[in-house]
């Protein structure tokens, strides 16, 4: 039986300066679609995976227009819920040499932040499914939407399906002490966790100079695996090696056992939605029983691309992904 995989989020519209301009200097946005859980859905329906993706969204034209970027890729969406009056909006000024990104949110009063507990039906939502994935940035919506993200991974756990979460601490959206007692609760039922340093640290006050000469992020892997009943942690990480180039790699934590990726020197087109494109990377990986070594691989190449393709989703390929990952021939021209 084929896997069938739910994500569940906000998709919002981002609006960026053309030309890496500040925001000061705009006079036109670029506007794309995207959001984590939709990226990670996007990029597993490109990897021929059935992805069903569940938000809420108004009626007009712009929310119609945000669920056919995802239709035209094959997501599912019959479990869209239409309703409200805005969707969310985020600005992005995208960073360039030593200027970092700056994001600013308009989200609050959007339909998916006033969604509420009966907008979803998750034993339909559910049906027939065998994974729920989910990050950190949805319960930090609202308190409903913390209430509403535990409900569905209870559901999720009595029918049988593996959970995974990608941690994502925003600082824009709540505390620190709010994400953990949120976040502490949720993990509770979560199988496999995505997270790095800054979510350790945002989330849950953990210290990596505590790891005494272990390398941080296994150390952040084994203490989280202390805290909740994860069979698994991953994360993925990008270091400045100059003005201009970025070295990626990543980890995954199972059995007692770390292991790493090997690294990627690359420059960046857009890395927004490269963490998410991980997420679908890894879920692709374990649902194929791709032993850890392989699957980190394969998962960490997904991200390397992704900073190659402009705007949100990943759109790449099974085949470019593995020839990234496990040849050298992936920079020849394919002819």
Known sequence: MKDKIVTFGEIMLRLSPENNARFTQCN???AVYGGGEANTAVSLANFDVDANYVTKLPKHIIG???????????VGVDHIVRGGDQIGIYFLEKKTSQRPTN???????????LA?????????????????????????????MTNICIT???????????????????????????????????????????ANEDDAIGIFS???????GEEKNAYIAKELMK??????????????????TFKLQSMIYTEGKAYYSKEFFMHILDYIGAGDAYCAGLIYSLINNFDPQKAVEFS??????????????????VDEVMKLAFSDAGNEVQR
């Open 28 to 30: 036109a946005f670029e």
């Open 64 to 74: 119609q227009a945000a669920i056919n970027s995802l239709r035209q890729y094959g």
């Open 103 to 113: 994001v600013i949110y308009n989200r609050a009063g959007s339909a998916f932040a």
């Open 116 to 144: 509420t507990a009966d907008d979803f039906n998750w034993d339909e939502i559910f049906d027939g499914a065998t994974w729920f994935h989910f990050s950190g940035i949805t319960p930090a919506i609202s308190d409903e």
């Open 152 to 194: 569905a991974c209870q559901k999720a756990k009595e029918k049988g399906m593996t959970v995974s979460c990608d941690l994502n601490y925003r600082s824009k959206l709540w505390s620190s002490e709010k994400a953990c007692e949120a976040m502490s609760r949720i993990c509770q039922y979560v199988d496999v966790c995505i």
């Open 206 to 212: 953990m210290n990596p100079a505590d790891a005494n």
């Open 227 to 244: 805290k909740f009943p994860f069979k698994m942690v991953a994360s993925v990480w990008r270091t400045e090696t100059s003005i201009t």
């Open 300 to 317: 960490n190449a997904a991200s390397c691309l992704k900073h190659t393709v402009s705007g949100d989703y990943n759109l790449v390929t």
